[in-house]
């Protein structure tokens, strides 16, 4: 089992940064590729971002593409979302997720958080 703890969510203003960050526990030993997902009321859960474990590759949302970038230090068990130039309609729960395959294009993600939430307003 794999545990994820997502923190760093808070109230922000149009234009400004936030870094989310995702804490694994448990099986961490294993390699798990991790993405970034986000709910906003009313709408379905989307893909944000994805990182590989192996060699670090990354992929990307359009939304969200050339303002977050994903990272992820593999010694802390930790993996970071850091969204700049934030919109309202980056207002969202966002969730943190694990997926055995290493592959950021894999869709199947078998483990999440409970998501933080991120509310850009003015």
């Known amino acids: 089992q794999l545990q994820l703890v997502e923190s760093g969510g808070g109230l922000v203003q149009p234009g400004g940064s936030l870094r989310l960050s995702c804490a694994a526990s448990g099986r961490t030993s294993s390699i798990y590729a991790m993405g970034w997902f986000r709910q906003a009321p009313g709408k379905e859960r989307e893909f944000v971002a994805a990182i590989s474990w192996s060699n670090s590759n ?26 700049n130039s934030l919109k309202p309609e980056d207002t969202a729960v966002y969730y943190c997720a694990a997926n055995p395959s290493d592959n950021v294009y894999y869709t199947q993600y078998d483990y999440w958080g409970q998501g933080t939430q991120v509310t850009v307003s003015s």
């Open 58 to 83: 990354t992929y990307y949302a359009d939304s969200v593409k050339g303002r977050s970038t994903i990272s992820r230090d593999n010694a802390q068990n930790t993996v970071y979302l850091q969204m």
